[in-house]
T-cell receptor
Framework: ETGVTQSPTHLIKTRGQQVTLRCSSQ?????VSWYQQALGQGPQFIFQ???????GRGNFPPRFSGLQFPNYSSELNVNALELDDSALYLC?????????????FGPGTRLTVT | AQKVTQAQTEISVVEKEDVTLDCVYE???????LFWYKQPPSGELVFLIR??????QNEISGRYSWNFQKSTSSFNFTITASQVVDSAVYFC??????????????FGKGTHLIIQP
């Protein structure tokens, strides 16, 4: 196990609703990245948070937003949910300051939008 | 733009056979990082290896070995004497910025490896 935890495990939402997913990073890691993995596809980079600021973003619309807290845990918020948002959402922690560039992933949150 | 191609969608072999998973990447940067991850049915991505673009040495870890060739932009993964527990989806990934900086990781579509007993 990596020490990265995510909650909830599963979630069912209705189109148009908003959702918040949570991630606790591995001890000693200060960087959190979020990915979306559609069924049968590789993970797609959403954004990364480093020292509580968004540090980079993939090709996702502004309704995907996030936060990082002083303890380095993070939230992913998705507004105005669409059916295509149904996916496994993965968070990964790493430690850029220590030169530990490997990203360690949590178990993911399975989001279903109906 | 960076891109990772895993042409093999699914591979099925009998236990104890050797198997190689192919990965071809595209990048315009001279400094980049390559990764392999394993995703068992539970869904959690398990880190296997990171390789820097300036280090072309091949690596062996137990039954796993990796062949990095910049000339062909390939980073292939071989499992020797495969076991049923190796069954999973394997992803190759690329990062152009400090191994996961602002650009995050770009993943291939994965290769589903099935090891039959």
């Amino acid at each position: 196990e990596t020490g990265v935890t995510q909650s909830p495990t599963h979630l069912i939402k209705t189109r148009g609703q908003q959702v918040t997913l949570r991630c606790s990073s591995q001890s000693g890691h200060n960087t959190v990245s979020w990915y979306q993995q559609a069924l049968g596809q590789g993970p797609q980079f959403i954004f990364q948070y480093y020292r509580e600021e968004e540090n980079g973003r993939g090709n996702f619309p502004p309704r995907f937003s996030g936060l990082q807290f002083p303890n380095y845990s993070s939230e992913l918020n998705v507004n105005a949910l669409e059916l295509d948002d149904s996916a496994l959402y993965l968070c990964a922690s790493s430690s850029r300051d220590r030169g530990l560039y490997e990203q360690y992933f949590g178990p993911g949150t399975r989001l279903t939008v109906t | 733009a960076q891109k990772v191609t895993q042409a093999q969608t699914e591979i099925s072999v009998v236990e104890k056979e050797d198997v190689t998973l192919d990965c071809v990447y595209e990048t315009r940067d001279t400094t980049y990082y390559l990764f392999w991850y394993k995703q068992p049915p539970s869904g959690e991505l398990v880190f296997l290896i990171r390789r820097n673009s300036f280090d072309e040495q091949n690596e062996i870890s137990g039954r796993y070995s990796w062949n990095f060739q910049k000339s062909t932009s390939s980073f292939n993964f071989t499992i020797t004497a495969s076991q049923v527990v190796d069954s999973a989806v394997y992803f190759c990934a690329l990062s152009e910025n400090s191994g996961g900086g602002a650009d995050g990781l770009t993943f291939g579509k994965g290769t589903h490896l099935i090891i039959q007993p």
